[in-house]
């Protein structure tokens, strides 16, 4: 991979001053990767690169239909000074599974390990040892032909940015509201919910300001057809917890894949808790509050690792879980997990790699 270095990189000083106060997507890091696609030539011109804007075409087909897939991803400096990623190798098989679902070509999996490992090799540093502080990585890929027809494009650009973030509760963990929506839903059966592809996200924000219209900080999707089967959360996936039992609704195919959901399902077994993949129906979900069933519920995903959720409405009512307080069980796993990401805990399960 060609190594072009920033001739303006952020000052160490500049630095210090950025995790002092990272916030969210506020910052990019000196450089970012490019590998281009085109029919004739597949990959080629894998690069790191200084981060700048693009020049495109106002006829770029990304611009029109939409072709655009992303990924989230995190990586953490341990306490022996390097820097490591979380299950990778997952976010690179299900980018492929998003590519293919939008008629996009796949990025081998070997291609984005070896582009985040060059890319961290240039902008390690970009990786605070602060408590709490990490790189959120963001390899993302988008149709580049010029041209109006409704097509796969024949030319594509992968790029991977990335953005040092701060705890996600700087204040403590705070349960979370959301809002069960019945009026609009995320994904149906054929869909592209299993993808990780922009217009999903698009498709979402309507609901989310509905969410907050009701006073949640979250929407809660159910299924499109029977309009009665949980499905996931805002850009996180959902756990219910009955005593011991840890349950997540099933990978129907209009839910995404997360990489967390999967870890917790692994991390229960070690703990001693009881994980199951079942269809839960907000009326399961009400009568296993108003019984004391179901005693914690929380989601889970890159961003914030483990939400505890405290509080649930939808048009039939309001419900707190757990007095709305961070329950033991979810106070548990996210230790677990967030111990094993930052390297305090044993990496029992080989999750992380090594990028620099
Ligand atoms: C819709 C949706 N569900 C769930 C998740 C959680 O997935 P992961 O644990 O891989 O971050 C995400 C975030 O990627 C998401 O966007």
Redesign the pocket.
């Given at each position: 991979m060609r190594i072009e270095r920033n001739p303006s990189a952020v000052s160490d000083e500049d630095l210090t001053r950025i995790f002092d106060e990272p916030g969210f997507g506020k910052y990019y890091t000196d450089h970012m990767v490019q590998i281009d696609w085109s029919k004739s030539d597949g990959w080629h011109a894998a690069r790191v690169q200084p981060y700048a804007p693009l020049s495109l075409d106002p006829a770029t087909s990304v611009m029109h239909y939409g072709q655009a897939i992303f990924?989230?991803?995190k990586a953490f400096r341990h306490p022996n000074n390097h820097v490591y990623a979380f299950r990778p190798d997952?976010?690179a098989n299900?980018f492929m599974k998003s590519a293919l679902r939008l008629q996009m070509p796949a990025l081998p999996e070997q291609m984005f390990i070896d582009s985040l490992r060059n890319f961290m090799q240039v902008d390690g540093r970009w990786v605070s040892d602060r408590p709490e502080q990490s790189l959120y990585i963001r390899p993302f890929m988008i149709a580049t032909e010029v041209g109006l027809g409704v097509r796969p494009s024949s030319q594509y650009s992968f790029f991977i940015i990335a953005s040092p973030v701060g705890p996600y509760f700087p204040q403590g963990v705070k349960p979370v509201s959301v809002w069960i929506s019945t009026e609009f839903v995320?994904a149906a059966p054929g869909g592209t919910g299993e993808a990780?592809c922009a217009g999903?996200?698009a498709a979402s924000l309507i609901a989310q300001a509905q969410a907050a219209e009701h006073g949640c900080d979250q929407v809660v999707w159910i299924d499109a057809l029977e309009r009665k089967w949980i499905e996931?959360m805002?850009?996180?996936?959902l756990f219910f917890v009955y005593g011991k039992k840890v349950v997540t609704p099933s990978l129907t195919g209009t839910?995404?894949?997360?990489?967390?959901?999967d870890s917790i399902l692994t991390l229960c077994k070690d703990l001693g808790f009881e994980p199951s993949e079942a269809m839960i129906s907000v009326d399961d979900l009400r009568k296993g509050l108003e019984s004391g069933e179901i005693t914690e519920v929380f989601a889970?995903?890159?961003?914030a690792a483990i939400t505890p959720i405290g509080t649930i409405k939808s048009d039939q009512g309001t419900w707190s879980v757990n007095s709305g307080q961070p329950g033991d069980v979810t106070m548990t796993l996210r230790n677990h997990l967030i111990g094993i990401q930052t390297g305090l805990q044993s990496d029992s399960h080989r999750w992380l790699m090594e990028l620099c």
């Amino acid at each position: 991979m060609r190594i072009e270095r920033n001739p303006s990189a952020v000052s160490d000083e500049d630095l210090t001053r950025i995790f002092d106060e990272p916030g969210f997507g506020k910052y990019y890091t000196d450089h970012m990767v490019q590998i281009d696609w085109s029919k004739s030539d597949g990959w080629h011109a894998a690069r790191v690169q200084p981060y700048a804007p693009l020049s495109l075409d106002p006829a770029t087909s990304v611009m029109h239909y939409g072709q655009a897939i992303f990924e989230g991803l995190k990586a953490f400096r341990h306490p022996n000074n390097h820097v490591y990623a979380f299950r990778p190798d997952q976010n690179a098989n299900r980018f492929m599974k998003s590519a293919l679902r939008l008629q996009m070509p796949a990025l081998p999996e070997q291609m984005f390990i070896d582009s985040l490992r060059n890319f961290m090799q240039v902008d390690g540093r970009w990786v605070s040892d602060r408590p709490e502080q990490s790189l959120y990585i963001r390899p993302f890929m988008i149709a580049t032909e010029v041209g109006l027809g409704v097509r796969p494009s024949s030319q594509y650009s992968f790029f991977i940015i990335a953005s040092p973030v701060g705890p996600y509760f700087p204040q403590g963990v705070k349960p979370v509201s959301v809002w069960i929506s019945t009026e609009f839903v995320r994904a149906a059966p054929g869909g592209t919910g299993e993808a990780k592809c922009a217009g999903n996200y698009a498709a979402s924000l309507i609901a989310q300001a509905q969410a907050a219209e009701h006073g949640c900080d979250q929407v809660v999707w159910i299924d499109a057809l029977e309009r009665k089967w949980i499905e996931e959360m805002g850009g996180m996936n959902l756990f219910f917890v009955y005593g011991k039992k840890v349950v997540t609704p099933s990978l129907t195919g209009t839910l995404l894949r997360g990489i967390t959901r999967d870890s917790i399902l692994t991390l229960c077994k070690d703990l001693g808790f009881e994980p199951s993949e079942a269809m839960i129906s907000v009326d399961d979900l009400r009568k296993g509050l108003e019984s004391g069933e179901i005693t914690e519920v929380f989601a889970c995903g890159t961003a914030a690792a483990i939400t505890p959720i405290g509080t649930i409405k939808s048009d039939q009512g309001t419900w707190s879980v757990n007095s709305g307080q961070p329950g033991d069980v979810t106070m548990t796993l996210r230790n677990h997990l967030i111990g094993i990401q930052t390297g305090l805990q044993s990496d029992s399960h080989r999750w992380l790699m090594e990028l620099c």
